[in-house]
Each structure stands twice: as C-alpha cells, then as structure tokens.
C-alpha cells in the first residue's frame, strides 16, 4: 500500500461514520478556534500579560500568512473534489495542505494559561490536539498529512517568532510601546 493509499484509508475511517449532528458539532468545534483565541488574548490583556498576547497575534499572523501561501503554492486538491466516495459537510475554496485549523489549534497550545487548573488544561488540549484535528478529517475537509503538517507548524511559529521579537515586530508596525 502506498503513502498516498494509507492516506485516504485513514480519512476514510475517521470520514465514514457521517451523522448530521456530528455534522454540526465538529463544524462548530473547528470554527470555534477563533473564538477561543479572542477570550485567551483577552485574559492575557486583563492579567497584564500584555507581551504574551503581542506573543500569540504575532505568530498567529506571520504564522497565518505563512500557512496561506504555502497553501496557494502546494495546490493540493480538497479530498472530496479529489475522491467522489468522502463525505463533506460544506465546501472551502482554497487548497487544502497544510491545515490552517490545526496550525492555529497547536499554535494555541504553547499559549494555554499556566495558572489554568489541570482539569481545564487536559480538556482545553483535548479541544486542540484531538477534536479539531479529528473534525477536520471528519468533515472531509483535510486529509491526514495536512492536519499533521498544519500542527507541526504551529508547533513550530511561536517557537520561531519569539516574544522579544513579536514585541519588537509590535512596536515597528504601531509605533506603541506595550
């Protein structure tokens, strides 16, 4: 079996089981991203936290930018244009590698609160490293390396665009010191 073989089965098995309530929920799952996102920056801001937040916009947009232009210049086909037999629940017009959701998800994850309870922490990295990679796969939206190289990336970005040059990049753009 090939790479690519091995691919589709696995976006089969997690695309296969297709309920219209499932449907739904990983669809909100997915876009709720951004929602979370605007509440974490906002708790930065309220606990004063202010480079952490510059932190997180830096890399979520350099990293964004990044993400979208490699999307354009890979091309990869969505895998329901590409295979009659997946299941989707809305279309997307760009290109599908890498995953933009899950480059934002895992980038998310270097920036969870560390005065968050455990229990809040294990559920807020099962929100970002199992359900919105998995309802991407699930709304046949992504194939399985997409998701995987989305993550790594965002993985990667916060690490890449640190806090001292996110300020600085902050500074250079608004000409405000935080």
Sequence with gaps: MSLEEAEIQILK????????LLNLAF?????????????????????KEVKKAIHLIASLLIGMAFVVSLK????RERPY?????????????DPSFPSTHAFVALLCLCFIPKDFSVWLKI???FYLVILIPIG??????HYPSDVIVGGLL???????????????IFKKIFRISP
């Design 123 to 125: 559920l807020i990295i």
């Design 27 to 47: 669809a909100v799952i997915i876009f709720s991203i951004y929602a979370y996102i605007l509440g974490i920056i906002f708790l930065f801001y309220r606990k």
């Design 72 to 75: 354009f210049i890979v091309g």
């Design 154 to 168: 965002g993985l990667l970005f916060p690490k890449a665009i640190n806090e001292e040059i996110s300020v600085k």
């Design 13 to 20: 098995f997690f695309n296969k089981p297709f309920f219209p």
């Design 81 to 93: 244009v590409s295979h009659e037999d997946i299941n989707y629940f809305f279309t997307k017009a």
């Design 136 to 141: 991407s796969l699930y709304i046949g939206v």
